[in-house]
């Protein structure tokens, strides 16, 4: 099993840029998330999605997009890119949602200049 | 709102000493704890948990314990070794929420 996998590792984008973070996992599932890590404020969650086709916001949405259309795949949209949102990204998984540990992948770190 | 929040950013022991993380919450509706690892350019790695009906709970040399009216909880790590030095990250949520609240984390430092 690869487990969590997220590409790039590394990005750099300009103002008004967008893109697209990959994250998959191999685990069958159902839960998977996505993170932001900034100093001093550890990660916060951006969006979830607790199966194929459903997803939802978490605590920091604002700028973000996310679909689910496969169990495997939970890609994470920055459709205009702002200097705020210069960050490492994580993405997660667990079985279920709710008390369930998350498998995180390596991370995505991204400047937005 | 920082609904949990580790107080201390660093902490530094010496090699065979205990180490004590500790981390604080606001969320009287948590039920369910959670304490990660990362070391530098990995994601974290889950560690220990603790539901709260139990105020302990062990798993070799780390151990966690949870004060529930006081709102805080706990990583001991007996005896610590150069290889926990880490960014440990507390991390709570209640039952049925699919919303996990994280610490802003602890670097430790394990001394040889």
């Known amino acids: 099993n690869a487990g969590v996998t997220q590409t790039p590792k590394f990005q750099v984008l300009k103002t008004g840029q967008s893109m697209t973070l990959q994250c998959a996992q191999d685990?069958?599932?159902?839960?998977m998330s996505w993170y932001r890590q900034d100093p001093g404020m550890g990660l916060r969650l951006i969006h979830y999605?607790?199966?194929?086709?459903?997803?939802d916001q978490g605590e920091v949405p604002n700028g973000y997009n996310v679909s689910r259309s496969t169990t495997e795949d939970f890609p994470l949209r920055l459709l205009s890119a702002a200097p705020s949102q210069t960050s490492v990204y994580f993405c997660?998984?667990?079985?279920?949602?709710?008390?369930?540990?998350?498998?995180f992948g390596p991370g995505t770190r991204l400047l937005v200049l | 709102d920082q609904q949990v929040k580790q107080n201390s950013p660093s902490l530094s022991v010496q090699e065979g000493r205990i180490s004590i993380l500790n981390c604080d919450y606001t969320?009287?509706?948590?039920?369910?704890f959670l304490w990660y690892k990362k070391y530098p350019a990995e994601g974290p790695t889950f560690l220990i948990s603790?539901?709260?009906?139990?105020d302990k709970n062990e798993d070799g040399r780390f151990t966690v314990f949870l004060n529930k009216s006081a709102k805080h909880l706990s990583l001991h790590i007996v005896p610590s070794q150069p290889g926990d030095s880490a960014v440990y990250f507390c991390?709570?949520?209640?039952?049925?929420?699919?919303?996990?609240?994280f610490g802003a984390g602890t670097r430790l430092t394990v001394k040889p």
């Open positions: 685990m069958n599932h159902e839960y």
């Open positions: 603790i539901s709260s009906i139990k």
């Open positions: 997660a998984s667990s079985r279920l949602a709710g008390e369930e540990t998350q498998y």
């Open positions: 999605s607790v199966g194929a086709g459903i997803t």
């Open positions: 969320n009287s509706m948590f039920d369910y």
């Open positions: 991390a709570a949520s209640a039952i049925n929420n699919n919303d996990m609240r």
